[in-house]
């Protein structure tokens, strides 16, 4: 499909509208060096804690600000970025945090 001359990519229905809301966090760094960092550090985030797709999802739900909360990079929180490795379960505690962070809200 093309769309003003551009091509469109098609949704795969089985990703849960995954793929669109990296879009639209993507859509919403491309501002400037600040935006494109803090994507750069979610990335990294999700790959270096191995988050699955459940938690990916909640924080690309979440404003910037919360994210960063989440992710210990906000510089004032006492969430760590990387995860001990004795952890069992990154996924439970990083819904934990999220689910702290609403609940302050």
Known sequence: DHEGGRRRRREDPDDGGRAAKRRSTRERSRGGGQDAEFERDLKDFIRKNRLDDRTQDRLYQLSKRDCM???????????????????????????????RLTMTR
């Not at 989440?70 to 999220?98: C, H, Q, W, Y």
Request: proline share 3%; glycine share 10%.
């Open 69 to 99: 909360e989440v992710m210990g990079t906000d510089g004032g929180s006492k969430n760590s970025f990387v995860l001990d490795e004795n952890v069992r379960n990154p996924d439970a505690v990083i819904m934990s945090r999220i689910k």
